[in-house]
């Protein structure tokens, strides 16, 4: 059963738009949501995390957005840019433990 | 640049062949981790160690044989793999277990022919 569900699976924005990927969990014991960005041959690298007990964080042009009733977060980048072309995981984790339940990615194509 | 490093970068190997796949770190870090990762899917937690000993086994065949000398090292040691076992294996580690960052490594592009 997957924990953390990710969409779209890949997506496709020009270059100065607004790239949106979405996640949804069901078990309400995470404590821990971070986004990890992996290029290809590389390992993944943490992007931005946020916790429950707030709704919004923002880091340059990455923003987390949380809605804990609705078990959903999302990571929106603004300005993207083709450098930005990657592949972004969601993650939870729960009880303060290193143990990520990631989602299945999502590809995103940034065009000139 | 990624703190974490890992040799070799590729390897091939025949099923029969035994070998290794190294990590270190040198961020002071006690917690260690080896992920699997195959082409277009998230990473799978394989191992944890916490202060050099063996905190997490997600039931992992014992064609793998994790080791953990220091707490600076991770092995991985492989021994009669499948073809399917061709990924990329990705270690990581983070300042112990309890809701840190974790840090990846490049990983090792595995082969089995």
Same mark, same amino acid.
């Given at each position: 059963?997957?924990?953390?569900?990710?969409? &779209?699976?890949?997506?496709?924005?020009?270059? *100065?738009?607004?790239? #949106? #990927?979405?996640?949804?969990?069901? !078990?309400?014991?995470?404590?821990?949501? &971070?986004?990890?960005?992996?290029? &290809? *041959?590389?390992?993944?690298?943490?992007?931005?995390? #946020?916790?429950?007990?707030?709704?919004?964080?923002?880091? *340059? %042009?990455?923003?987390?957005?949380? !809605?804990?009733?609705?078990?959903?977060?999302?990571?929106?980048?603004?300005?993207?840019?083709?450098?930005?072309?990657?592949?972004?995981?969601?993650?939870?984790? %729960? !009880?303060?433990? !290193?143990?990520?339940?990631?989602?299945?990615?999502?590809?995103?194509?940034?065009?000139? | 640049? /990624?703190? +974490? /490093? =890992? /040799?070799?970068?590729?390897? +091939?190997?025949?099923?029969?062949?035994?070998?290794?796949?190294?990590?270190?770190?040198?961020?002071?870090?006690?917690?260690?981790?080896?992920?699997? =990762?195959?082409?277009?899917?998230?990473?799978?937690?394989?191992? +944890?160690?916490?202060?050099?000993?063996?905190?997490?086994?997600?039931?992992?065949?014992?064609?793998?044989?994790?080791?953990?000398?220091?707490?600076?090292?991770?092995?991985?040691?492989?021994?009669?793999?499948?073809?399917?076992?061709?990924?990329?294996?990705?270690?990581?580690?983070?300042?112990?277990?309890?809701?840190?960052?974790?840090?990846?490594?490049?990983?090792?592009?595995?082969?089995? +022919?």
């Amino acid at each position: 059963q997957q924990q953390v569900k990710q969409s &779209p699976q890949s997506l496709i924005v020009q270059k *100065g738009g607004i790239s #949106i #990927i979405n996640c949804a969990y069901e !078990n309400t014991a995470f404590d821990y949501f &971070p986004w990890y960005q992996q290029f &290809p *041959g590389k390992g993944p690298a943490l992007l931005i995390a #946020i916790r429950p007990d707030v709704s919004e964080k923002k880091e *340059g %042009r990455f923003t987390i957005s949380f !809605n804990k009733s609705a078990k959903q977060f999302s990571l929106h980048i603004m300005d993207s840019q083709p450098g930005d072309s990657a592949t972004y995981f969601c993650a939870a984790s %729960r !009880n303060n433990f !290193n143990k990520f339940y990631f989602g299945s990615g999502t590809k995103l194509n940034v065009k000139p | 640049d /990624t703190e +974490v /490093t =890992q /040799t070799p970068k590729h390897l +091939v190997m025949g099923m029969t062949n035994k070998k290794s796949l190294k990590c270190e770190q040198h961020m002071g870090h006690r917690a260690m981790y080896w992920y699997k =990762q195959k082409a277009k899917k998230p990473p799978e937690l394989m191992f +944890v160690y916490s202060y050099e000993k063996l905190s997490i086994n997600e039931s992992v065949p014992s064609r793998f044989s994790p080791e953990c000398p220091n707490s600076s090292l991770l092995n991985l040691h492989l021994h009669a793999l499948q073809p399917e076992d061709s990924a990329l294996y990705l270690c990581a580690s983070s300042q112990d277990l309890r809701g840190n960052t974790i840090y990846f490594g490049e990983g090792s592009w595995l082969t089995v +022919v």
